[in-house]
């Protein structure tokens, strides 16, 4: 298992090293924009990016509609429920597609960066030590509250929700300072070298 992560940590580093480094300031929230429109690589890659989304797409409907669903007290559907099935599932895909159209590509980079930096972080680093905490260390505490191994968890659990806050709270506050400082950086230019992207 962790074998497998250490190999996806390290392909990410790679390519976002590479991306980066390639572009400097001047790298937008989707790489392949940065590239020419006429190459034959990047369109290729573009290609594979839309294959992946479109493929992708229906997973993210079945998450959305059914946290729409809960909201409307409609987590078990029955038979009878097929017509609210279908309704919100068009709901959803007018409403994406409208976004997907009309919503300039400039906008979408601090949304991207917002959602990662404090939902990502909130789901990957707070949430599962502050369930930790909640339910198992309390359980394990009654049950054998001088268990050296309790406390290392109970200790790691702690480190893990200090700085997934730590890590939200700067990656949002440097998100703001980046859309106050550089507005511009959003465009489809870069301005500190003002030639087309």
């Not at 074998?3 to 572009?23: K, P």
């Not at 990656?171 to 550089?182: A, D, P, W």
């Amino acid at each position: 298992c962790y074998v497998s992560i250490a190999i996806a940590v390290i392909l990410c580093l790679a390519m976002a090293s590479v991306g980066y480094l390639s572009f400097l300031r001047c790298t937008r929230s989707n790489v392949l924009n940065n590239l020419y429109a006429e190459d034959p690589a990047a369109n290729a890659a573009r290609l594979l990016l839309a294959l992946t989304m479109f493929l992708t797409y229906p997973m993210e409907f079945f998450v959305a509609r059914q946290a729409i669903q809960s909201i409307l007290k409609r987590q078990q559907l029955g038979q009878g429920d097929q017509p609210a099935h279908w309704i919100i599932t068009a709901a959803l895909f007018v409403f994406t597609v409208i976004c997907g159209l009309y919503l300039p590509q400039a906008a979408l980079g601090p949304i991207l960066e917002f959602s990662g930096g404090f939902s990502a972080v909130m789901l990957g680093f707070v949430l599962p030590g502050a369930l930790y905490l909640r339910q198992v260390w309390l359980a394990q505490v009654r049950q054998a509250p001088t268990k050296l191994a309790t406390h290392i968890n109970t200790a790691g659990a702690c480190v893990l929700v200090v700085v997934g806050v730590l890590a939200m709270c700067i990656s949002t506050f440097y998100n703001i300072m980046n859309l106050v400082r550089e507005p511009m950086k959003y465009l489809p230019w870069c301005p500190l070298t003002g030639v087309e992207a």
